[in-house]
Nanobody, 120 residues
Framework: QVQVAESGGGLVQAGGSLRLSCSAS????????TNWYRQGPGKQRELVAA???????EYSDSVKDRFTIFRDNVPNTVYLQMNSLKPDDTAVYLC??????????????WGQGTQVTVSS
């Protein structure tokens, strides 16, 4: 079992920046892919950024060149750096981890989400 927790959301003015963190914990697991989704009020859930174990990344057109997904030296933690924020970026941001136990299948694990609100 893998637990996923997001942090770093908050209220920011348009043009500002926030950094979200996604931390996965558990015993003896391997993460294959980490996705950041968001769901704004009245909108469908949207995949905004992803990073795979080899380091390749992908972004939705709506956040490309403004958001950066990356890992650093903290194990099993992925960050989403969000710059030049717009009111349209207001949403609950959810981290989704695809991981497997040492000899098991890959499962989806989700965090509870963190609210990002961008004021105009």
């Amino acid at each position: 079992q893998v637990q996923v927790a997001e942090s770093g959301g908050g209220l920011v003015q348009a043009g500002g920046s926030l950094r979200l963190s996604c931390s996965a914990s558990g015993r003896d697991f391997t993460i294959y892919r980490t996705n950041w989704y968001r769901q704004g009020p009245g909108k469908q859930r949207e995949l905004v950024a992803a990073i795979v174990s080899g380091g390749d990344t992908e972004y939705s057109d709506s956040v490309k060149d403004r958001f950066t997904i990356f890992r650093d030296n903290v194990p099993n933690t992925v960050y989403l750096q969000m710059n030049s924020l717009k009111p349209d970026d207001t949403a609950v941001y959810l981290c989704n981890v695809l991981a497997a136990a040492t000899t098991g299948p890959v499962y989806d694990y989700w965090g509870q989400g963190t609210q990002v609100t961008v004021s105009s």
